[in-house]
């Protein structure tokens, strides 16, 4: 094992040396290590630590000896025969992988191609569909430009439309409206054109688009339920305008979209596979396996339309469907001039089903040839095994009997060398800690004498000295001040953990009345308890100069006249876990352990008094007294939280 920080002050006795003399355990000292290393109380400028190498024997016998018994039990041709099974077995699992992932990245670009060369068929179905439709509307269109609205005029379109309709089953209704949304003709005749007459469609999105839009381009609407016999339709409108520009009302043809779902319904993809026309959005106008509640649904929140390239053509990803959470592989296609696009998508799990398969039984095969390789250089192993044992054992009987003729003259030079180390250890820290508190001390004296004089020179020139002389005057004494200040938190510093203390009864709730009392907050702020504060044994004093650190600095960096600080408590793990909180503007998480360091402050140094010692001193006493400290805030939310861990009783 290793035993480090050895403390020097007198009277302690160095973890782990004294145990071995007294218990007489014969450890075997493989090394020392001299460095420095901050002490714990005293001066806190560092103390000199020896770290000591040391292998413990088992049942008596040395460790370095049985450790080369057990290195030379193994001989070089059983070193070689692991070696050589471990990469004969590994070479051939790699083979195997890089095989079965080849093939599954085949299958995949197969499921890929299959998927893009159907979505082309089908999306060339469809612009086969919206282009035949496009060209009888283009057609009305004409007619109205030609003909008029009259009422001859109306009456020759409407037994057009009708005819059409009669004799193409793509086509559900055609129908022309008016600049205000009004049935001009239509292709129903009798009860339906009854139920339709009188309704007004000038707040329909495809209305009011062409309405505001001047460019004569087809626009695909959104499904919509038919107001006649209820099904779901796809309209295709165009703008029909008078000679001078002006918006003259829509011509358009609604189709049944069953059309699309019955030929979808054709294909086969897989039992989780599915087909789907979208508008580039993601509006769903038909999908197979059909769903009623879905027509109409939008899905381009969904992970395949953030995947695709917005601009492309075609092309395939792998996405999660949002409507029932299957892993699919869909191919696209974008029908050619119109808002719509056919995806493809056949089940990844079906895709890779077969591939799954293969793997299996090679898999099979693979850990089958793997045993039997395993069972014969086993047999191998066992006979080396044999024979290189019966060598070892007799080279062992022989470094037994070296070593412990040995044994005891090195046990005795490594206690008296461990001894020597321990005095030199306790003579250099206290030579340490006495030069610590000198130096300190002594700094203060020439600043006093700095400081002085500055006051002398402003005192006897301030009548005659310029205003610029003046302002480097006061300067010069606020940096002397300010190491001043310096000096003292390091001192202040290095008392942190100095001292006899003993646990005593404290009271949570009177300690922070006292403490608020003592930071002489502004009128404005509030510094009390939140819920119970219960009477805890710990160490006063200690505990104190937390509370008066943390709530003081709570108080000196609030951005308001008025403010408030709460501390709670609560047991955790068997310590107790002290909140100090306030509403203040917060500490950016870049800046929550740098806040801990020795004249840290997030201030400019002009623009504070206070020397940055405050928290490192919290940090040292809270890790004296076995705890930890962190940081709670999350800006541009207001308000900090200093959370603390104490152990209770004694230390």
Same mark, same amino acid.
């Given at each position: 094992m290793w035993v480090t920080g050895v403390r020097t002050r007198a009277g302690a006795d160095a973890p782990g040396l004294g145990s071995h003399a007294a218990g007489g355990i014969e450890p075997s000292v493989t090394g020392i290590k001299r460095g420095v290393w901050p002490q714990r109380g005293g001066s806190g400028f560092g103390m000199t630590f020896v770290s000591i190498g040391m292998d413990t024997p088992r049942s008596g016998r040395p460790a370095h000896l049985a450790e080369s018994g057990e290195r030379r039990s193994r001989s070089p041709v059983q070193a070689k025969v692991i070696v050589f099974l471990c990469l004969v077995c590994l070479m051939?699992?790699? &083979?195997?992988?890089?095989?079965?992932?080849?093939?599954?990245?085949?299958?995949?670009?197969?499921?890929?191609?299959?998927?893009?060369?159907?979505?082309?068929?089908? !999306?060339?179905?469809?612009?086969?569909?919206?282009?035949t439709t496009d060209a /009888?509307?283009?057609?009305?269109?004409?007619?109205?430009?030609?003909?008029?609205? $009259?009422? !001859?005029?109306?009456?020759?379109?409407?037994?057009?439309?009708?005819?059409?309709?009669?004799?193409?089953?793509?086509?559900?209704?055609?129908?022309l409206f008016d600049e205000h949304g009004d049935w001009l003709a239509s292709s129903h005749s009798g009860a339906e054109l009854e139920r339709v007459r009188h309704n007004n469609y000038a707040g329909y999105p495809f209305?009011?688009?062409?309405?505001?839009?001047?460019?004569?381009?087809?626009? =695909?609407?959104?499904?919509?339920?038919?107001?006649?016999?209820?099904?779901?339709?796809?309209?295709?409108?165009?703008?029909?305008?008078?000679?001078?520009?002006?918006?003259a009302g829509i011509v358009g043809a609604s189709i049944p979209l069953n059309l699309f779902q019955r030929f979808l319904e054709t294909f086969d993809v897989g039992k989780r596979g599915a087909i789907s026309l979208t508008s580039s959005q993601g509006t769903l106008f038909a999908r197979m396996p059909f769903e009623a509640g879905l027509i109409g649904r939008?899905?381009?929140?969904? /992970?395949?339309?953030?995947?695709?390239?917005?601009?492309?053509?075609?092309?395939?990803?792998?996405?999660?469907?949002?409507?029932?959470?299957?892993?699919?592989?869909?191919?696209?296609?974008?029908?050619?001039?119109?808002? &719509?696009?056919?995806?493809? !998508?056949?089940?990844?799990?079906?895709?890779?089903?077969?591939?799954?398969?293969?793997?299996?039984?090679?898999?099979?095969?693979?850990? =089958?040839?793997?045993?039997?390789?395993?069972?014969?250089?086993?047999?191998?192993? @066992?006979?080396?095994?044999?024979?290189?044992?019966?060598?070892?054992?007799?080279?062992?009987?022989?470094?037994?009997?070296?070593?412990?003729?040995?044994? /005891?003259?090195?046990?005795? !030079?490594?206690?008296?060398?461990? %001894?020597?180390?321990?005095?030199?250890?306790?003579?250099?820290n206290a030579a340490l800690e006495q030069f610590a508190y000198a130096a300190s001390h002594d700094l203060q004296s020439p600043l006093r004498a700095i400081s002085h004089l500055a006051q002398w020179i402003d005192e006897a020139m301030r009548p005659i000295a310029p205003a610029e002389t003046l302002e480097h005057l006061q300067l010069m004494t606020g940096r002397v001040e300010r190491m001043q200040m310096l000096i003292r938190g390091m001192l202040a510093y290095a008392r942190v953990g100095r001292g006899d203390r003993g646990a005593e009864d404290v009271d949570l709730a009177a300690l922070v009345r006292d403490v608020a009392t003592l930071v002489s907050a502004p009128s404005g702020f509030v510094i009390g308890c939140?819920?119970?504060?219960? *009477?805890?044994?710990?160490?006063?004093?200690?505990?104190?100069?937390?509370?008066?650190?943390?709530?003081?600095?709570?108080?000196?960096?609030?951005?308001?006249? /008025? $403010?408030?600080?709460?501390?709670?408590?609560?047991?955790?793990?068997?310590?107790?876990?002290?909140?100090?909180?306030?509403?203040?503007?917060?500490?950016?998480?870049?800046?929550?352990?740098?806040?801990?360091? &020795?004249?840290?402050?997030?201030?400019?140094?002009?623009?504070?008094?206070?020397?940055?010692?405050? @928290?490192?001193?919290?940090?040292?006493?809270?890790?004296?007294?076995?705890?930890?400290?962190? *940081? %709670?805030?999350?800006?541009?939310?207001?308000?900090?939280a200093f959370v603390f861990t104490w152990r209770l009783g004694a230390l």
């Open positions: 051939l699992v790699s &083979l195997d992988v890089e095989q079965s992932w080849t093939a599954r990245e085949g299958r995949m670009r197969e499921a890929r191609i299959e998927a893009n060369n159907l979505a082309r068929s089908l !999306a060339q179905h469809a612009e086969d569909v919206f282009e /009888e509307v283009r057609t009305l269109r004409d007619t109205v430009a030609d003909e008029g609205v $009259g009422a !001859a005029s109306i009456d020759r379109l409407e037994r057009r439309m009708r005819a059409q309709v009669a004799n193409q089953p793509l086509f559900h209704t055609l129908f209305f009011r688009f062409h309405r505001d839009h001047p460019d004569d381009v087809a626009l =695909i609407g959104p499904p919509v339920r038919s107001d006649v016999d209820g099904i779901w339709l796809v309209t295709l409108t165009r703008r029909v305008s008078h000679p001078d520009g002006r918006f939008s899905i381009g929140a969904g /992970e395949f339309f953030q995947r695709i390239d917005p601009t492309a053509v075609s092309g395939s990803t792998e996405f999660t469907s949002l409507l029932d959470g299957t892993h699919r592989l869909g191919g696209f296609r974008r029908v050619t001039g119109f808002d &719509l696009m056919m995806i493809v !998508a056949p089940d990844v799990d079906e895709v890779l089903a077969p591939w799954w398969r293969e793997t299996t039984v090679h898999l099979l095969w693979m850990a =089958i040839v793997i045993m039997v390789m395993l069972f014969l250089g086993y047999r191998l192993m @066992l006979q080396i095994r044999t024979r290189v044992a019966a060598e070892a054992a007799a080279r062992t009987l022989q470094l037994e009997a070296d070593q412990r003729r040995r044994s /005891e003259a090195e046990r005795t !030079a490594h206690a008296r060398e461990l %001894e020597r180390q321990k005095n030199e250890l306790e003579r250099s939140a819920g119970d504060m219960p *009477v805890i044994h710990s160490y006063r004093a200690p505990l104190d100069l937390v509370l008066k650190n943390l709530i003081g600095n709570a108080v000196q960096h609030h951005d308001r006249a /008025e $403010g408030r600080i709460m501390v709670s408590m609560r047991m955790a793990d068997g310590m107790a876990e002290i909140r100090v909180r306030d509403d203040g503007p917060g500490i950016e998480a870049r800046y929550h352990e740098e806040i801990f360091g &020795l004249f840290r402050t997030l201030r400019s140094r002009d623009d504070t008094e206070h020397g940055g010692m405050g @928290l490192a001193m919290v940090k040292k006493q809270v890790t004296e007294n076995g705890g930890r400290i962190w *940081v %709670e805030s999350t800006p541009p939310d207001r308000g900090c």
